[in-house]
């Protein structure tokens, strides 16, 4: 059995505050682990000492005299994501002679992590490989295979499922407070867990109205998906046309790994790029042109596309390409009404994803997100059951076991402390073999695994309330 309280005494090194070390660190402060980290960029520096508790040695992450000021003999986990693969690769072998028990290293290159590797993740010691872009790809290929909602995810060993999905103006839940559609749709349970309305993501309560345009997150059993689906207005549609702006690294990998079972077309606007693809994608269409330009999409064939993903690398681009990509797709002609076009984006900005995801984008990625949430469901390995994050919102979705009198055993739901509210919703609890949805009266037992769906930036006060 885990220590309960191990992860708050741990020290953790970063080495690098670029986008994935920044937030990372952000994230770690907050969660009440002590954080140093290594970086020679003074304007980084600057920005996290005004902005974090943590402590930051300016200097090079090979230099062994800054380790030594980090006290790295001390140092519970190594987090190396400096923009360079070999000091990363490196660094988990400096770590290894410090002690450090936990080395986590990005690497941008694929060689490293396979079995016909010359160098293996144990040769390096490295404990966790991260790889930002193939972790966008990958999932960008899982949520073009699901065949229904924006986005599905199985939690609680595949027993609930979580969908997020737009709520459009006929959709039977718009206009609705959550206790009338608890009142009126209750031949089966459900709850809507999350909301994201602008750029704000909330956790409901029964008062709250879902609007049209809202992204909201829903969670069921699985075997009471389908008639969720129909109460959503979701429909089932597997695409199989696929165009991608960007020929990228992300965008490259997509069209690389899924060119073979669907159809895709890849736009390119660099003309020398758009050949090299040309040469390495058997299995996609390569086109040469501006994808921000509305009549160069048309001519490309957008409106027979069933998904549109925008994998350049602008912010802006992206953003204003899937809107444009979404009214093109929808208001092309009557077919086009009939099947859901679904528009996915990256984003480099954190701020911006939930912009994203409420204007054209169903789904907006951010690849340092991806990296980190994997960085930090690894380090929580031990105390959480599992982590799930949900594109589009600020928000987090926990298993976690109740410790023995842990204040979440020691009253029923309602009277939870009200500084929670908000922050925290107790979404179900497995209890005489299966999950059954969480209500105010319900009481949390001590081992009890719970599905909790809290803010990002909370998770904190769920290990409070479960670990003590």
Known sequence: ?????????????????????????????????????????????????????????????????????????????????????????????????????????????????????????????????????????????????????????????????????????????????????????????????????????????????????????????????????????????????????????????????????????????????AAELCHHLNHAEVLHGDGSDAEALELAGLTDMDTFITATGENETNIMSCMLAKHLMTASNESARNKECKTISLVNKEEYVVLASTSGSDIALNKKVLAANEILKFIRRGELLAVAHLHGFDAEVVEIKAASNSPITRIPLFKIDPSFHGKILIGSVYRDGQWNIAVGSTRILPDERVIVVCKSMHLKDVRKLFLG
């Open 1 to 273: 059995m885990f220590n309960k309280k191990k992860s708050f005494e741990e020290n953790i090194l970063i080495l690098g505050l670029g986008g994935v070390g920044t937030y990372l660190a952000k994230r770690l402060v907050h969660e009440g682990y002590a954080v140093t980290a290594i970086e020679q960029d003074s304007r980084l520096i600057s920005y996290i000492d005004s902005h974090l508790d943590a402590r930051v040695i300016q200097g090079s992450a090979m230099s062994i005299g800054c380790w030594q000021e980090a006290d790295a003999k001390n140092i519970d986990v190594l987090i190396a994501v400096t923009d360079n693969d070999a000091v990363n690769m490196l660094s988990a072998m400096i770590a290894d002679r410090f002690g450090i028990q936990l080395k986590i290293a990005r690497v941008r290159s694929l060689d490293f992590d396979t079995k016909d590797s010359v160098l293996s993740a144990d040769d390096m010691k490295i404990d966790l490989i991260i790889h930002p872009e193939e972790l966008v790809a990958q999932e960008i290929i899982r949520l073009v295979e699901r065949t229904a909602g924006n986005e599905i995810i199985d939690i609680a060993d595949g027993q609930t499922q979580i969908m997020a999905t737009r709520i459009h103006e006929s959709s039977p839940l718009a206009h609705q407070k959550l206790k009338t559609l608890s009142m009126t749709h209750n031949s089966f349970p459900f709850r809507v867990v999350a909301i994201a309305r602008g750029i704000t993501t909330f956790l409901p309560g029964g008062d709250d109205e879902i609007l049209p345009q809202d992204q909201v997150l829903i969670m069921a059993s699985k075997k009471n998906f389908p008639e969720l689906m129909v109460l959503t207005g979701v429909k089932q549609q597997r695409r199989h046309r696929v165009m991608i702006l960007g020929g990228g690294l992300v965008g490259f990998r997509v069209a690389e790994l899924m060119g073979k079972n669907v159809k895709v077309k890849i736009v390119e606007k660099d003309e020398t790029r």
